[in-house]
């Protein structure tokens, strides 16, 4: 069964930093692209970060380019997301989502569409 968990999301305050860790069971997550997403209160879902399972690309929104790096570790199954520089607009659920580097059609990658499997998610709360 294809699961991923996600933990590490916390209450910080403006400016500090969190890591989170989105953990995969069922599959060999070296072969899929993973993402983050996040949704704030009221506000749709929207992808933040994305790491290419075939060459260790990355893709990071405008929103958090500088201050957030999505990376992976392959035999720990688990990818990261090192959060800096924290604001209170970074509040919210975060999510990590799996899709199958084998999937044919065009995609973009930090589009909700693109990806099959889904965490339940971690709150981060950022006080101002």
């Known amino acids: 069964q294809v699961q991923l968990r996600e933990s590490g999301g916390s209450l910080v305050q403006f400016g500090g930093s969190l890591r989170l860790s989105c953990v995969a069971s069922g599959f060999t997550l070296e072969y899929w692209h993973i993402a983050w997403f996040r949704q704030a209160p009221g506000k749709e879902r929207e992808g933040i970060s994305c790491i290419l399972s075939t060459d260790g690309s990355t893709y990071d929104a405008d929103s958090v380019k500088g201050r957030f790096a999505i990376s992976r570790d392959n035999p720990k199954n688990t990818v990261y997301l090192q959060m800096n520089n924290l604001r209170p607009e970074d509040t919210g659920v975060y999510f990590c989502?799996?899709?199958?580097?084998?999937?044919?059609?065009?995609?973009?990658?930090?589009?909700?569409?693109?990806?099959?499997?889904w965490g339940q998610g971690t709150q981060v709360t950022v006080s101002s």
């Open positions: 989502a799996a899709r199958p580097q084998d999937r044919s059609g065009e995609w973009y990658p930090l589009s909700r569409s693109a990806y099959d499997y």
